[in-house]
């Protein structure tokens, strides 16, 4: 459950709106302990009315290529995760946060991999399958690399391939003698 109901996120806005006090004095009257909470639901309140302060009640996939233009996006303009949000249509200004630190902690990985026990939607299927696609193409390179060495090395030097495939043609019938 919500730590905060719309109701009561929206009498934090209202008393805010009839001038009872700053962040600070709003935070402390209504228990809140991180002024920038009320801060972001005036904002988001301005920014969208009530809607604004209303939790999405179905979780929202993001797909990886969303989450990175959106820290982009902020990167490039310097904007407060309130305005990103705000232009990209998110509720939840912290969601931009919370993956950037996973960018900056996890690299890539962080924004792509999936969290939880959450299903994996069909951008996701679609990246695993195109990355199984890629695994495969890149051993099918290996070896064909591999093979190309092999005929390079005896269309330069016949003749010792040809040693080597003798003497091991020796051992494996001197194995075979020997059981």
């Given amino acids: 459950m919500a730590k905060y109901t719309k109701d009561f996120k929206l009498n934090v ?11 600070k004095t709003i935070a402390k009257k ?13 904002k988001m309140y301005s ?4 809607k604004g ?14 989450k990175l233009d959106v820290i982009n996006y902020r990167k490039e303009t310097g904007a407060s995760t ?22 900056r902690v996890d690299g890539i990985n962080g ?19 195109e990355l199984e696609k890629v695994k495969e193409e890149n051993e099918r390179l290996r070896l064909e690399n591999s093979y190309l060495k092999k005929l390079k090395a005896y269309l330069e030097n016949p003749e010792e391939l040809s040693d080597r ?9 001197k194995k075979k003698d020997s059981d």
């Avoid at 209504?30 to 005036?42: D, L, M, Q, T």
């Avoid at 991999?113 to 695993?128: A, F, V």
């Fill in 30 to 42: 209504f228990n809140i302990p991180a002024v920038s909470n009320v801060e972001n639901w005036i």
């Fill in 53 to 66: 302060l209303e939790r999405k009640k179905k979780h929202t996939e993001y797909t990886s290529q969303f």
């Fill in 111 to 129: 924004i792509f991999k999936p969290q939880g026990r959450s299903s994996m939607t069909k951008n996701d299927s679609k990246e695993l399958a």
């Fill in 13 to 23: 806005v209202k008393a805010y709106l009839r001038g009872e006090g700053g962040y």
């Fill in 47 to 50: 920014y969208y009315g009530e």
């Fill in 165 to 173: 495939l003798k003497s091991r043609s020796l051992k494996n019938s």
């Fill in 82 to 103: 309130t305005e990103v949000a705000k232009k990209f249509g998110l509720n939840n200004p912290t969601l931009i946060t919370s993956w950037e630190r996973k960018l």
